[in-house]
């Protein structure tokens, strides 16, 4: 509010970033007893989980101190919009929702506690290359937009948020500078799409989500990751197989081949950095 109250016809560019839904899993007391009282009417109030390597995923919404946490960010989002709302300043501006990373369901078995979330129909979780770990909410309100929602499945990353709030603001960039996302005005407009031929993603890294170093690569509806520790690659069409439960590597090499040279010639291109054995580590 202190911020709006200074804005008055000048540009401005607000970026919330709420620290919930995160852990700890600390419940919002105004909030907790809506969900332990719905917990009571839900048929499948047990917990259900299934095995992720040496992790394990929760695979249904049985807490109710997350789900007062999610609901008290939605009533904050809700506090910003009308507050933009009652200052005449929503219609003319961009609003942009969107999360980092999946939710955390998937944790270590390790850790003897179960992810706090589910993402179903999605696998894995936060931490992964599967699909529950890198697809996440986004919603954009164009400055100047009244008409009906719009629900579009082109794949995007958080790169083109950039690009696109310079394009729709009319805001130059430097001479020279490297953009990695694509501008989405055409698809925002309706008018257009983005030239795009694949997504990739590189984490050579251990992650508490039970997740071991390797990488990914969506190129339409196919979608490669590789699993360097386990020296494993596996290949899903996402279109037919969404929660990518069966591995079709076996039925298409070549296409595997394909996008895995794909993948090595961008990591290459991109001078990737790759994970390294600690000499030092005693099991």
């Known amino acids: ?30 909030h907790l007893s ?35 946490m999610v609901y008290a960010m939605d009533e904050n989002v809700g506090r910003l919009i009308t507050n933009l709302k009652a200052r005449g300043l929503y219609d003319n501006t961009t609003v942009i929702f969107t999360s980092d990373n ?12 179960a992810g706090p ?18 697809r996440v909410p986004l919603l954009i309100k164009p400055a100047g937009y009244n008409g009906s929602a719009v629900e579009v499945d082109e794949p995007v990353v958080g790169h083109d948020i950039f690009p696109t709030i310079c394009r729709l603001t009319g805001t130059a960039t430097s ?16 008018k257009g799409s983005i030239d795009r031929v ?7 890294h251990y992650h508490g989500s039970g997740w071991t170093p390797g990488a990914a690569l969506r190129e339409g509806d196919w979608k ?20 990518e439960s069966t591995d079709i590597s076996k039925d298409h090499p070549l296409k595997l081949l ?12 991109m001078k990737a950095k790759w994970y390294t054995k600690n000499p030092d580590y005693v099991k």
Do not use: C
Not at 102 to 113: M, N, P, V, W, Y
Not at 120 to 127: A, D, E, N, S, T
């Open 102 to 113: 999946g939710g955390l369901s998937t944790l270590e078995r390790a850790f003897g506690i």
């Open 175 to 190: 001479d020279g500078i490297q953009i990695d996302g694509k501008d989405l005005s055409p698809i925002l407009s309706g």
């Open 1 to 30: 509010t202190d911020f709006l109250d200074g804005v008055g016809d000048d540009p401005f560019f607000m970026m919330v970033s709420f620290y919930t839904v995160h852990t700890p899993i600390q419940a919002n007391k105004r």
């Open 34 to 68: 809506k969900f332990e009282a719905k917990l009571k009417t839900m048929q499948n109030s047990s917990l259900l989980t299934k095995k992720e390597r040496k992790a394990t995923t929760t695979l249904n919404q049985i807490d109710p101190a997350y789900a007062s």
């Open 258 to 269: 394909e996008l895995r040279t794909k993948l090595m010639k961008q990591q290459s291109e």
């Open 224 to 243: 490669l990751i590789e699993f360097y520790a386990e020296g494993k690659v596996e290949l899903y069409n996402l279109k037919n197989d969404l929660s």
């Open 198 to 204: 694949n997504i990739f993603w590189h984490y050579p």
């Open 117 to 134: 979330t589910s993402v179903m129909p999605l696998r894995g979780g936060k931490g992964w290359l599967y699909e529950g770990g890198i």
